[in-house]
Structures are given as C-alpha cells and as structure tokens.
Nanobody, 115 residues
Framework: QVQLVESGGGLVQAGGSLRLSCAASGSIFGINTMGWYRQAPGKQRELVATITRGGSANYADSVKGRFTISRDNAKNTVYLQMNSLKPEDTAVYYC?????????WGQGTQVTVSS
C-alpha cells in the first residue's frame, strides 16, 4: 500500500499564493506519475497537474501559467505552487500517485480563496 499525506492548504485572498506538499510512504517502489486533483462543492473531481518521475509535467488549462508542479524523488514528495489564486480555485485538493496502473489517493486538503 501507498500512503499519501497532503499539507499546505488554507484560506487565502484572491491573488495570493499557497504551496501544497504531498509525501508518499509505504510501498513506494514503482511509483511513476504523481499529481494533484481537486473537487469543488457540487462538481466532479478534476485534474490539476501531474508529473512523471522523469519530470514531465501536465497541467489543466485553467491553471497553466499560475500553478507549478514539482517533485523531489529522493523525498518521495510532490509539490504544487499555486500563484495568482482565484475564487474558482476553491476546492479540496487531492494528491494522487500511480503505481503499476493503480492510483492511490490522499485524504485531501482544503484550499479556500476569498474574493
């Protein structure tokens, strides 16, 4: 099993920044892609950004140019730097990791952006 623990969520004003972190532990051998998804109230969970073990990143159009995903393979940790936050970024942000085709999920961290 893979355990994922997120941190760094909170309340911020529009235009502000937050940095999310997610540390993987447990049976981490074989983890390739890690990433962030989010779910706003009444909406489906959606992709925010993913990054492969080699550093290839992919972003949702809605966050391109504002969010940056990175990872430290030595620490088994993935980060999401969120700048120029908007009220529509308000959601629960979930860390995810893929291992041999199976996705593992964190419990989520709340991000609230006030206008």
């Amino acid at each position: 099993q893979v355990q994922l623990v997120e941190s760094g969520g909170g309340l911020v004003q529009a235009g502000g920044s937050l940095r999310l972190s997610c540390a993987a532990s447990g049976s981490i051998f074989g983890i390739n892609t890690m990433g962030w998804y989010r779910q706003a109230p009444g909406k489906q969970r959606e992709l925010v950004a993913t990054i492969t073990r080699g550093g290839s990143a992919n972003y949702a159009d809605s966050v391109k140019g504002r969010f940056t995903i990175s990872r430290d393979n030595a620490k088994n940790t993935v980060y999401l730097q969120m700048n120029s936050l908007k009220p529509e970024d308000t959601a629960v942000y979930y860390c995810a990791a893929a291992k041999f085709g199976t996705w593992y999920w964190g419990q989520g961290t709340q991000v609230t952006v006030s206008s």
